[in-house]
């Protein structure tokens, strides 16, 4: 069956520190990937996707995510957080044959202190 | 960039009672409307797929009695849920979605209606 799965469900960071989260799905044959954040109180937003091509991609906000299709992953990267990168991230997938339909993981709740 | 409102954002009824949702793409022209639940600390599920002018396509274990969808037009579509009961209590987003690119098309999704039903 079709799943994305987020392992750290709280992480708790200080500003500058770096930042991974982590991501794995499940799909048979060719896969669409994307990253959600939702900062309190607001709707989801798009931060990254990858579709296919350059396994590295850049999102918006210094986020960067890497497609490596060996582990199935696509673990979401930021080299320094800031306080405002508080909120609630999502990793999601479709399936690139072409149906809408997007799966999404858990969520990781990122808090980052001063 | 694209945006997508629901209304109403939090709402409280009696048992038994119907609730309508309603979500409109402010900007842009919705080909495509979906219905998501997400349960306390939990993630996002998928309840159903609504083309304009077509019927909706349900995931499986959702029941369409249940949780009536309607998209009427480009920019609008609802969602009732009928005979409301505790256990429908829940946060629903609707997410929207203007290409014809299928899968490739960037979903742009509502701030959300929490829904309690006393």
């Known amino acids: 069956a079709q799943s994305v799965s987020q392992h750290n469900h709280h992480v708790i960071l200080s500003e500058a520190a770096s930042l991974e989260l982590g991501c794995n799905y499940s799909?048979?044959?060719?896969?669409?990937l994307f990253w959600y954040v939702q900062y309190p109180g607001q709707h989801l937003q798009l931060l990254l996707k990858?579709?296919?091509?350059?396994?590295l991609v850049k999102g918006i906000k210094g986020f960067e995510a890497e497609f490596i299709k060996s582990k199935f992953s696509f673990n979401l990267r930021k080299p320094s957080v800031q306080w405002s990168d508080t909120a609630e991230y999502f990793c999601?997938?479709?399936?690139?044959?072409?149906?809408?339909?997007?799966?999404f993981g858990a969520g990781t709740r990122l808090a980052v202190h001063p | 960039g694209a945006v997508v409102s629901q209304h109403p954002s939090w709402v409280i009824c009696k048992s038994g009672t119907s609730v309508k949702i309603e979500c409109r793409s402010l900007?842009?022209?919705?080909?495509?409307m979906f219905w998501y639940r997400q349960f306390p600390k939990q993630s996002l599920m998928l309840m159903a797929t609504?083309?304009?002018?077509?019927?909706?396509?349900?995931e499986q274990g959702v029941e369409k009695d249940k949780f009536l969808i309607n998209h009427a037009s480009l920019t609008l579509s609802t969602l009732t849920v009928t005979s409301a009961h505790p256990e429908d209590s829940s946060f629903y987003i609707c997410?929207?979605?203007?290409?014809?690119?299928?899968?490739?098309?960037?979903?742009?999704f509502g701030p959300g209606t929490r829904l309690t039903v006393l």
């Open positions: 997410s929207a979605k203007s290409g014809t690119s299928g899968s490739r098309d960037t979903q742009y």
């Open positions: 799909y048979g044959g060719t896969v669409n």
């Open positions: 990858y579709f296919s091509g350059d396994p």
């Open positions: 999601a997938a479709s399936d690139g044959g072409g149906y809408n339909k997007l799966i």
């Open positions: 900007d842009f022209q919705a080909t495509t």
């Open positions: 609504s083309n304009e002018g077509s019927k909706a396509t349900y």
